[in-house]
């Protein structure tokens, strides 16, 4: 089965870089989104296509793919970014998630 | 302005059948296109897909739930419904409605519903 692979935390300081990665296989030939999810909040959708930002989304929020790993970049991380991401793509009509990434600002 | 609200019962019995009622606004699902899903977060736990219905009435089922999950929807009320039979305190969580777009982004979703399934 398709299975996409998280780490399940990151650690990142204050207006430094963070990268949370996403991978599986197959993963290249597939698109990938990325969602937010703050404590007690629904998700919030911030990357889609592996790498377009949805309206809204502040351009610190970047996404890549290479290979089958997908990469979501918060550059100049803010406090305000500590949440749970998910990593998403298709495993035909079915929606995959990954296990999630706690990121936390410290 | 897309909304979305989940409502039905906080509680429910181990092998009870849950209803939950997903109600919109702001697109219509007899509109070529739009779609809605239903998905879960056990507590502490990732997301889950769980089902899909579309525009035009096709429905997707997350295969290891497929035997215990129907989804439909009311085009003239703006409700998509969901029922899950034989539920399990494994199927304790929080349940959401997402409205998916053309492209088969959940782009919108509910603020979510927490079911917790007594023993």
């Known amino acids: 089965s398709f299975e996409l692979s998280q780490p399940p935390s990151v650690s990142v300081s204050p207006g430094q870089t963070a990268n949370i990665s996403c991978s599986a296989d197959?993963?290249?030939?597939?698109?990938a989104c990325w969602y937010q999810q703050r404590p007690g909040q629904s998700p919030l959708l911030v990357i889609y296509?592996?790498?377009r930002r949805p309206s809204g989304i502040p351009e610190r929020f970047s996404g890549s793919l290479s290979g089958n790993t997908a990469t979501l970049t918060i550059s100049g991380t803010q406090p305000m970014d500590e949440a749970d991401y998910y990593c998403?793509?298709?495993?035909?009509?079915?929606?995959?998630f990954g296990g999630g990434t706690k990121l936390t600002v410290l | 302005q897309v909304t979305l609200k989940e409502s039905g019962p906080a509680l429910v019995k181990r092998t009870q059948t849950l209803t939950l009622t997903c109600t919109f606004s702001g697109f219509s699902l007899s509109t070529s296109g739009m779609r809605v899903s239903w998905l879960r977060q056990p507590p502490g736990k990732a997301l889950e897909w769980l089902a899909r219905i579309d525009w035009d009435d096709d429905k997707y089922y997350r295969k290891s739930l497929k035997t215990r999950l129907t989804v439909s929807k009311d085009t003239s009320k703006n409700q998509v419904v969901l029922t899950m039979t034989n539920m399990d305190p494994v199927d304790t969580a929080t349940y959401y409605c997402?409205?998916?777009?053309?492209?088969?982004?959940?782009?919108?979703w509910g603020p979510g519903t927490l079911v917790t399934v007594s023993s």
């Open positions: 997402a409205h998916m777009n053309e492209e088969l982004l959940i782009d919108y």
């Open positions: 197959k993963l290249g030939s597939k698109y």
């Open positions: 998403q793509a298709w495993d035909s009509y079915t929606v995959v």
């Open positions: 296509q592996d790498f």
